[in-house]
């Protein structure tokens, strides 16, 4: 175990030495993840993104067949910009047992423990193969993983199961909500605002649309999860910004809006955008024009995260639970990649070190103790594919 420690703890150091803010290449760290598991004789496999400025990244250890179990991680973390940290976000820092640094909690934690127990399970003559996949955009689109996903079964072995290492504080959650977000622009015709009745005000059908979503959301009030195990027991949608307009006294030719959709699990994902888009025909875009008839309104889907889905006595949710010494499963309120591998056919549960209250925030921090018992985690999943 000092041992293990020590490794999870040089590899953690390193990993967050990398700025992998979303908006930034993960090329370095996956350059130095692929080095590491070469020095141990692991071939990895890597899928770029289009443009090739990032990459998730791929191994097995074990057999090389179909099953085993799959451990998930992503590489890239949230700005640190406006935030006001102790210390430099970039540098691991102890100090009363806490690892301080962005990306420690969500989720270089779960990944320097994986990668850090190679060796573990190199020596451990596996049975069932044990696979690591770290991803990229899981901030923003959640879609880092999907080139590896497609080739499962193909060139790469496909998983028996996926366990998701987002921080649960080692909690075994089978259910998440879905995200969805869009991206609304209200095309109006400007006029001078003492004659409104020559123009088509964008920023006044974007307060309309506004008020249509508050409807919306009333309307999924109405439609609560009855399980008690979500805060709040229903879906929601949010505007979360509004920008338009040129003037005080000019009619606005342009607004934008930017909302999103959390649904529970069970709900189809794009049960907001079509009532939605169905108020802004019938309703919104009517008014807008009821003196000229040249505005129109645009939604641009950015990204449809799906939610996972509870599977009682999946081999994922029996695994894991053994593993974690539990005999429960939660829910979390926050998305993960947990349902892109569901989607794809994979029982999936959400199980990782830290605490979610950590993530994001200006001094970001995971425990030790949390360290250790993820590492503790992992000795018992070796003991499970042996």
């Not at 400025?53 to 057999?63: D, E, H, M, R």
């Not at 409104?196 to 609560?224: K, M, T, Y």
């Not at 999860?225 to 000019?250: K, L, M, Q």
Request: hydrophobic letters at 40%; one cysteine or more; glycine letters at 8%.
């Amino acid at each position: 175990m000092p041992d293990d420690y020590s490794r999870t703890l040089a590899l953690l150091e390193r990993l967050v030495a990398f700025d992998t803010e979303s908006t930034k290449s993960n090329l370095p760290l996956i350059e130095a993840v692929e080095a590491h598991c070469r020095a141990l004789g692991v071939p990895v496999h890597l899928a770029p993104n289009p443009d090739g400025s990032k990459a998730a990244l791929f191994l097995t250890i074990g057999p090389q067949v179909d099953g085993g179990v799959l451990l998930s991680g992503h590489t890239d973390c949230v700005p640190v910009t406006g935030q006001s940290w102790s210390s430099d976000p970039f540098q691991l820092r102890e100090d009363n047992g806490r690892l301080y640094g962005r990306g420690t909690c969500d989720m270089k934690g779960f990944d320097a423990i994986a990668l850090a127990m190679i060796p573990a399970f190199q020596a451990a003559d596996l049975r069932r193969p044990i696979h690591i996949l770290l991803s990229y955009d899981e901030e923003l689109t959640c879609l880092g993983p999907m080139d590896i996903i497609a080739r499962f079964g193909v060139d790469l072995p496909r998983p028996g199961i996926a366990i998701v290492g987002e921080p649960t504080s080692l909690q075994v959650a089978d259910s998440h909500k879905s995200v969805c977000t869009y991206r609304t622009t209200v095309h109006g015709v400007e006029a001078h605002s003492a004659k409104p009745q020559l123009g088509a005000n964008a920023i006044a059908g974007a307060c309309d649309l506004v008020v249509g979503l508050d409807r919306i959301g009333r309307q999924l009030e109405s439609e609560p999860d009855r399980t008690g195990r979500f805060d709040p027991p229903y879906s929601t949608v949010h505007c979360g910004r509004i920008e338009g307009g040129t003037a005080r006294n000019i009619l606005a030719r342009r607004c934008e809006l930017s909302w999103e959709y959390r649904g529970l699990p069970q709900a189809e994902l794009d049960v907001a955008r079509r009532a939605f888009d169905t108020y802004a025909e019938q309703e919104v875009l009517p008014r807008l024009n009821r003196f000229n008839p040249g505005g129109r309104i645009e939604t641009v889907t950015e990204v449809e995260v799906p939610g996972l889905r509870p599977e009682p006595g999946s081999a994922a949710e029996a695994l894991a639970l053994r593993v974690a010494r539990s005999n429960a499963t939660i829910a979390v309120a926050f998305a993960t990649e947990a349902g892109r591998f569901q989607a794809a056919g994979i029982p999936t549960v959400v199980c990782g070190p830290g605490s979610i209250d950590q993530a994001h925030q200006p001094d970001e921090y995971i425990a030790v103790s949390e360290l250790q018992s993820g590492i503790a985690f992992m000795h018992r999943l070796i003991d499970a594919c042996r």
